[in-house]
């Protein structure tokens, strides 16, 4: 959310994990890109925006954030406020990998210029000049609500709900070695007629689960919408996480679907359960090249209170 404080109008947005599900529907008449995203750690960019009425241009620090430079004159444009001003972006999210943190660097930008120019713009307004920002967006702009979000088109497909499944996730790269993912480069998937029918397969069941509250299908959902999309980008050594997963007693493998990042799902009683599943887990995933980012949960406000650094 933003708040203003004296001139200055201060954004902030949280990242994400990868999704949950991802892939394309007919809807009205035409195939829609679609995604549900999975919860992250919490914040993962804050703004700042001072408003100048001199003409100067907007300026960005650090100046390479050239899209929440872009969200920032669509939003000032969108309220009608001079286009001119200082945007500062902290970000403490890794780029490329699949966290969202350009997105959040996005929503940030707009909130904060929202702020300092006393208004609210509302989830459905900041997504869509978030995708004018950067071309896709992630819907992390709909706080504490699980959705189904056309993220190239910047609309709201299907709420779940406020309900946000509990998990233990373990947190990793699949490969720290490499330079990230440009997910603007990446082609629009162009998807088989059995994998299109298996995506409606998978949202449908998704309402269900959600409507349940029931984990353990989400997290065969997130499983099944991984493989589904080894085609279009494959992750690294991903038959042996699912193996991993299964060794271990994990409910799924949830992944970025654009990124490297991915996340084995654990019941929350079952970690805690057993003092040392973490450390074998994390030993087990350096053996197949990965980098343990560490254990955190999902559920309630999505705070991370579960949250600790890999050894």
């Known amino acids: 959310m933003g708040v203003t404080q004296g001139t200055v109008g201060t954004g902030s947005a949280r990242q994400h994990h990868g999704e949950l599900l991802q892939g394309s529907l007919f809807r009205n008449g035409e195939w829609v890109s679609c995604l549900i995203t999975m919860p992250g750690r919490g914040v993962g960019s804050t703004a700042r925006f001072w408003p100048r009425d001199d003409g100067a241009a907007v300026e960005v620090v650090p100046a390479w954030k050239k899209k929440a430079r872009r969200a920032a004159l669509l939003a000032l444009g969108y309220i009608g406020a001079p286009l ?24 940030a930008a707009i909130r904060a210029v929202s702020a300092a120019n006393g208004t609210v713009l509302d989830a459905g307004t900041v997504a869509r000049l978030a995708v004018a920002a950067e071309g896709a967006s992630d819907p992390i702009m709909f706080d504490g609500e699980m ?12 709420s779940f709900g406020s309900w946000i499944p509990p998990y233990a996730v373990m947190s990793f790269d699949t490969d720290p070695a490499a ?24 949202v449908r069941r998704s309402r269900e689960a959600f409507g349940r509250r029931d984990v353990k299908a989400l997290a065969a959902i997130a499983t099944e919408s991984a493989r589904l999309n080894q085609r279009i980008l494959p992750l690294r050594n991903f038959e042996s996480l699912c193996r991993v997963a299964e060794e271990f007693g994990a409910l799924g493998l949830q992944i970025s679907h654009s990124g490297t990042i991915a996340g084995l799902l654990f019941d929350v ?3 805690r359960a057993d003092a040392g599943l973490e450390a074998e887990v994390m030993g087990r995933l ?5 980098r343990p980012l560490g254990l955190f949960r999902t559920g309630g406000d999505l705070a991370i209170d579960g949250t600790r650094p890999a050894p």
């Not at 001003?85 to 929503?107: H, N």
């Open 179 to 202: 330079c990230g993912v440009d997910t603007l480069r990446l082609p629009v998937p162009a998807y088989g007629h059995a994998e299109l029918v298996a995506f409606e397969s998978l």
């Open 269 to 271: 009683g079952f970690v």
């Open 286 to 290: 350096r053996s197949l090249g990965a």
């Open 147 to 158: 959705v189904l979000f056309a993220q190239r088109e910047g609309r709201l497909l299907e």
């Open 84 to 107: 001119s001003g200082k945007l500062e972006i902290e970000c403490a999210v890794a780029t490329g990998v699949g966290l969202g943190s350009s997105t959040a660097d996005v929503v």
